[in-house]
């Protein structure tokens, strides 16, 4: 199943809808700022999760985290005009997504410091401005590493988005 949608609850952001879930499909568009209200209803069974609601509306999107102080969330998303994931940041409703990673290479695994002042994020931008071939998902869902990933953190707003600072030296081994 292809993820267009980030999920959210009051508790935990849920990454993908199972079978017991069931939202309405709204036809791609471009990222709505303002997006409407979209309850997701959960299979009965579960007890985790309550008060889930769709933030995202465009792309495929995955890895989401919130903020420290609960206000913003930080996920990964491929969609236009990026070929491969980049990171964006979003308020907790949804509202004033924004890019934060370079828009090169492919991104993963982006996080908030505590202080809530950087985002920390693995990269492949460095070792090329193109997107790396995807992983081989014959056997499953899979997640490549690449020997071009390293480690970058940047300053938060949006304003100083060209600002990155690698946090290692070393290549990743593959």
Not at 143 to 168: D, K, M, T, V
Request: hydrophobic share 30%; aromatic share 8%.
């Amino acid at each position: 199943m292809k993820l267009t949608g980030i999920l959210a609850t009051s508790v935990v952001t849920a990454l993908a809808l199972g079978p017991g879930y069931s939202a309405q499909v709204q036809p791609p568009q471009a990222q709505l700022q303002n997006p409407p209200e979209m309850r997701i209803t959960g299979d009965p069974k579960e007890v985790h999760l309550k008060n889930i609601r769709q933030l995202t509306y465009t792309g495929e999107n995955a890895e989401a985290y919130f903020s420290y102080d609960g206000k913003k969330i930080i996920f990964q998303s491929t969609r236009e005009p990026y070929k491969c994931d980049q990171l964006f940041t979003m308020n907790k409703d949804g509202t004033n997504v924004q890019l934060v990673s370079t828009g090169r290479g492919r991104v993963t695994c982006g996080y908030f410091t505590p202080d809530g002042q950087r985002i920390i994020y693995a990269s492949t931008h460095l070792g090329s401005p193109d997107c790396p071939p995807p992983a081989d998902r014959s056997e499953g869902y899979v997640w490549a590493i690449y020997p071009s990933f390293h480690l970058g953190a940047r300053r938060r707003p949006r304003a100083l988005r060209h600002e990155h600072r690698r946090l290692e030296s070393a290549p990743a081994d593959p």
